[in-house]
């Protein structure tokens, strides 16, 4: 790898760093902004890394002198009053008061009105406090203040961009999709039990009825998905399939085709997936079963989602929750408003999906679905990390953990690892996420959720790059890109497209020529670091 680098211009010290640096250029802007005389000044100030922030805060009073870093608790300031006339008190004092945790403070209160007070109260605030106030905030709450504190946010001095390189970002999961939630929802211990008693019944009597026996291999086949062992789930399945197309069930058929696709597609084979989804809602259509329609519509919608058409995703989900409205399937229900979440999450439509996994959460308990709401929980987290409140995320996270372990949900456990590790990351503390993230690795290279797998080895590469393993960091990136490209994951390429980019490289044009010098003929999982 030494000489691989060396030809593409790369050194190991232009790579490694153990922490991003601050945008000098910015500072430089900042240090203006501050200026000299006793007046309110309002300065937003945009990060992405917790560790630049307080890098930022500590230079700021090398220069300035007289600064304060106000942390925003909602316990301590339940209303905005109290925030404004702690900010009185300490004004006299301070030349710069920083602003931090605000995301976690709106979010923990009624976040719009929140908001809306700044802009009601902008000239009290520069009344009361003769000092330069940096509000430290992720992009989405700059935004928010833009757009629902107008005139506030029209006094500002500027919007300074601390923000580290958006490819430096890890890879966040949500987790989506349908399942049959009655049998993936049990303990481990009973899974296998129940796979034991449904073989010795398969084996022992040869005169069940062909129906019967299909739809025992087909519970057989559930059961192994849900414990990660795809190819003895894909075994089950295609016998069920055959039994089912010479007896001429054709429910059973269609059944048995939708959960061939789930295989599929945790398999990261999407397109074969939605052949087999397509097939199925063909049937069920023409049988008139509306549940099982809404069950392959939604599924459907995974696809597509995972592709980055959410116009497409959006649309198979409403008529999903419809027919799932119509028949009063709330279970149904749940798990369709979780995958509705995501859409309006990549839309950075924080509220609306916030508001769509807290029914979901509430139903799924309701129903006792604990599959569903161990993924809910998951991405609640997600939500609160996008948002910056790391606490509340960490929080949830370690819920769904709890609750995937139990159950024995190898897919989900991976995914969440993999979501822990971010938290420890963007909190510097490399030891913490690099172990999540490979244990989170090992799940999946067990199970074979080669799709999985793209996320964790591009958070493993940033991990190797800032400990000073440049060499180590490609070889996982280049194992990323393989399997982006392979099962085109939309999300995945377009942050190792803005990587490249940033090495050096003309784009994926980048990862494609490392590929074809270093994986050639090799397994197409290629092994992580």
């Known amino acids: 790898m030494v000489e691989l680098l060396k030809s593409s211009a790369l050194t190991g ?40 922030r307080a890098e930022v805060i500590r230079r700021v009073a090398q220069v300035a002198g007289g600064t304060l870093t106000l942390a925003l608790d ?13 900010l009185a008190d300490k004004a006299p004092h301070y030349r710069v008061i920083h602003l931090v945790d605000v995301e976690r403070w709106l979010n923990a209160g ?41 005139d506030f946010w029209a006094w500002r001095e500027g919007v300074l961009d601390f923000n580290v390189s958006r ?31 449904v ?19 087909r519970e057989l086949g559930g059961l192994y998905q849900s414990l990660g062992d795809y190819p003895a789930a894909l075994r089950n399945e295609q016998q069920s399939l055959s ?21 599929c597609k945790v398999r990261g084979d999407y397109e074969t997936a939605l052949k087999y989804l397509e097939k199925s809602l063909k049937i069920f259509q023409e049988i008139n079963d509306q549940t099982n329609q809404g069950v392959t519509l939604n599924n459907i919608s995974r696809i ?26 709330l279970p149904k229900q749940g798990v369709t408003l979780n995958n509705i979440s995501q859409i309006y999450k990549a839309q950075d439509n924080y509220g609306m999906a916030l508001k769509c996994l807290e029914e979901s959460l509430m139903i799924s308990r309701k ?17 609160y990390h996008a948002q910056g409140d790391f606490e509340t995320a960490l929080k949830y996270l370690g819920k769904a953990l709890k609750i995937r372990r139990e159950i024995g949900d190898l897919e989900g456990e991976g995914s969440t690892l993999n979501n822990i590790s971010q938290i420890y990351k963007i909190q510097g503390d490399d030891e913490a996420a690099l172990r999540h993230l490979e244990q989170s690795l090992t799940i999946r290279r067990e199970i074979g959720d080669i799709a999985g797998m793209c996320p964790t080895l591009f958070n493993i590469g940033h991990i190797r790059l800032r400990n000073q393993k440049p060499e180590q960091a490609i070889t996982a990136w280049v194992s990323a890109y393989s399997i982006a490209k392979k099962l085109d994951l939309a999300e995945a390429l377009k942050h190792l497209d803005k990587l490249a980019k940033e090495l050096g490289g003309p784009g994926l044009e980048f990862w494609e020529q490392l590929a074809a010098q270093h994986l050639q003929d090799q397994d197409p999982t290629p092994t992580p670091p």
């Open 13 to 52: 010290s232009s790579l490694a760093a153990n922490a991003p640096a601050v945008d000098e250029g910015e500072f430089r802007r900042l240090e203006r902004m501050l200026g000299s005389g006793d007046h309110f000044r309002l300065i937003f100030a945009q990060f992405n890394d917790l560790r630049v």
């Open 304 to 329: 597509y989602y995972v592709r980055g058409d959410y116009e497409m995703a959006l649309k198979y989900l409403e008529e999903s929750l419809t027919i799932f409205h119509d028949i009063a399937d």
């Open 110 to 150: 009624d976040r719009e009105r929140l908001i809306t007070w700044f802009n009601y109260r902008r000239e009290k605030l520069a009344e009361r406090f003769p000092v330069t106030l940096v509000l430290w905030l992720l992009e989405p709450t700059v935004k928010a203040f833009a757009m629902g504190a107008p």
């Open 74 to 86: 909602h316990e301590r300031f339940p209303e905005f009053h109290v925030l404004e006339d702690t």
């Open 367 to 383: 129903v006792g679905n604990r599959v569903t709401e161990g993924a809910t929980l998951n991405n609640i987290a997600v939500l």
């Open 167 to 197: 490819s430096s970002d890890g890879l966040i999961e949500n987790v989506t999709g349908f399942e049959y939630w009655e049998r993936a929802s049990l303990p481990r211990e009973k899974k296998i039990k129940r796979i034991d008693n």
């Open 199 to 217: 073989r010795r019944l398969l084996e022992t009597d040869r005169d069940l009825p062909s129906q019967i026996r299909a739809q025992y291999l």
């Open 243 to 263: 039994i089912t197309r010479e007896i001429v069930d054709r429910a059973g058929e269609a059944e048995t085709l939708n959960n061939i696709s789930q295989i």
